[in-house]
């Protein structure tokens, strides 16, 4: 209808970590015409935030990502391939992408989600989702979503999101001498032992280079490398034969170049780092589900 040129839509999209960040976007004839980021130290105050723009707007759409482990990709949209690892559909809810594979979710964590609030949620993701979204190299590669307190992972090979998980970043009180200790243990990765016989020959020839004197971590990028490390032994042994070829970060947190160094020096992966705008995304995924 004409009038619907004139009516203003509002997409609100937030998320918790460790504070609650939010990006409203105001838009008019499909052109955003304001768009304001907030953060906010308590539930109660992005709650009044969110309410504000309810009073003042007729269209709100509201979303957000469920953040828990209870989710995750599997390479196909059939029921019986979540029975094969024992996933009870019946605890669950999909969306199967493309005919071709699926993002699944917990059902508790949904109605958790739903509950949390006052305000209806009018879209729910995965933490995957926007992930998946935002991957263009889909072979052979891995994309790690960084926050402050959790990383999300897929692994691609040809075009399939074939392997996903979440870890924890906690907080540790970590001495250079415990951090030198744990980085050894990457050099000393036995790849003929965790990974197939099909790629052993091309293992012979890889040495892990040393960690260079001057390196210095922070608590955030230890953990990183640590989890990636598990991941990557994970996805070797379970998922793939063929080696991985690149880790792409998605960064909202400014973790700075420091974790590409690393990842390429300790995991012998080369790596690129996108400033990834997580509130955005969400909105725009917003947008499509409402076309």
């Known amino acids: 209808m004409f009038v619907e040129k004139f009516i203003k839509t509002v997409y609100i999209g937030f998320y918790k970590d460790e ?3 939010l990006l ?4 008019k004839n499909n052109k955003t015409i304001e768009s304001l980021k907030e953060e906010f130290d308590s539930k109660e105050k992005l709650i009044e935030s969110i309410n504000r723009y309810l009073e003042d707007y007729a269209r709100v759409y509201i979303s957000t990502f469920v953040n828990s482990i209870n989710q995750g990709i599997i390479p196909s949209c059939n029921k019986n391939e979540y029975k094969k690892r024992e996933i009870e559909i019946e605890n669950i809810k999909y969306l199967c ?3 071709r594979y699926s993002i699944y979710v917990s059902i508790y964590d949904l109605m958790s989600t739903k509950k949390e609030y006052p305000f209806d949620l009018d879209f729910i993701y995965p933490i995957f989702a926007p992930i998946d979204f935002m991957a263009k190299h889909r072979n ?5 979503l960084i926050l402050k307190e959790k990383i999300a992972i897929i692994g691609y090979k040809n075009n399939i999101p074939i392997f996903s998980d979440i870890f924890e970043l906690k907080e540790e009180n970590i001495e250079n001498e415990e951090v030198e200790e744990d980085i050894e243990l990457l050099e000393e990765i036995d790849l003929e032992e965790e990974i197939s016989p099909d790629i052993e020959k091309e293992a012979e020839n890889i040495e892990f280079e040393k960690k260079p004197e001057n390196l210095t971590f922070t608590t955030i990028e230890y953990n990183i490398i640590k989890n990636l490390k598990d991941a990557i032994k994970d996805y070797y042994e ?11 970060f ?7 170049k420091e974790i590409k160094k690393l990842t390429e020096d300790e995991l012998l992966l080369e790596s690129d780092i996108i400033n990834f705008d997580l509130l955005k995304t969400l909105n725009i995924l917003s947008e499509r589900e409402n076309v």
């Open 19 to 21: 504070e609650y960040k």
């Open 24 to 27: 409203c976007e105001i838009k």
């Open 97 to 99: 992408i493309k005919n």
């Open 140 to 144: 052979n590669t891995f994309y790690v």
């Open 238 to 248: 379970n998922y793939s034969d063929d080696f991985l070829e690149k880790i792409i």
């Open 250 to 256: 998605l960064d909202t947190v400014n973790i700075g």
